[in-house]
């Protein structure tokens, strides 16, 4: 199951004097949803409006109109009598959710090799090569959000506003995960070696390629995934460990 136990929530800065000018519920829908991706709010936690509240010095109106916006986008949902709650990504929803995601960022690859200038190649690569030096140092974190920025402008890049609005709307799943499979014994650096056959498609211009490679990174992810949750976890204190 990929979920985490911890259900605390760090101190944050108020929100009030940060958002003048733009609307109080998104501004605090977007805190929301960073701690949420960053963990800050863990898989099952429970909400705690009135310490957010007092957190951020905002009154409890804007939360509940932020907290609508993520049950709507599916990152929470509401318990009855008990407020909200994170979502927890299961064994079956990886499954499920890999595949279709695979399809998808495909389809990106392969419009973004076509319609990429230059100067957005180049963009591309170096992002690569921050991935590059994330891995040299074993580096899980840097690598993790490196390589979502790298996701995330291929998918720009493809310039298609239907393919933007449904993969943008899954992708936010997949950061549920936060790259859990990186994890695993020998990923980081075959995550690497796809993200290398990647990026030579993407200059290339090669658009079938491309989306061959992707596809084949994203259900990649799936199978690490799989493995892991497979082998059973030893004991404290096992002196087989």
Request: aromatic fraction near 4%; charged fraction near 20%; hydrophobic fraction near 45%.
């Amino acid at each position: 199951m990929f979920s985490d136990a911890a259900s605390t929530v760090s101190p944050a800065p108020p929100l009030a004097g940060s958002l003048r000018g733009s609307s109080m519920h998104d501004g605090v829908a977007a805190r929301l949803r960073a701690m949420i991706f960053e963990r800050e709010l863990a898989p099952g936690a429970l909400v705690d409006e009135k310490l957010l509240a007092e957190q951020w010095q905002i009154s409890r109106t804007p939360l509940r109109e932020a907290l609508k916006v993520l049950v709507a986008e599916g990152l929470l949902e509401l318990l009855p009598r008990q407020g909200c709650r994170v979502i927890e990504m299961r064994d079956a929803d990886a499954n499920d959710l890999f595949p279709v995601m695979a399809m998808l960022e495909g389809r990106c690859a392969a419009e973004a090799a076509r319609k990429a200038t230059p100067a957005q190649r180049l963009q591309l690569q170096q992002l690569h090569e921050q991935l590059e030096l994330a891995a040299a140092a074993g580096d899980i974190d840097g690598y993790y959000r490196t390589n979502h920025h790298f996701h995330s402008l291929v998918q720009a890049l493809a310039a298609n506003r239907w393919l933007e609005r449904v993969t943008s709307d899954l992708r936010k799943f997949l950061r549920l995960m936060r790259g859990r499979q990186l994890k695993a014994p020998g990923r980081l650096q075959a995550s690497l070696a796809e993200h290398r056959r990647l990026i030579q498609a993407l200059i290339a211009g090669d658009a079938a390629a491309a989306e061959h490679e992707m596809h084949a990174h994203l259900l990649a992810q799936l199978h690490a995934l799989q493995a892991m949750n497979a082998t059973p976890s030893t004991p404290p204190g096992d002196p087989h460990a």
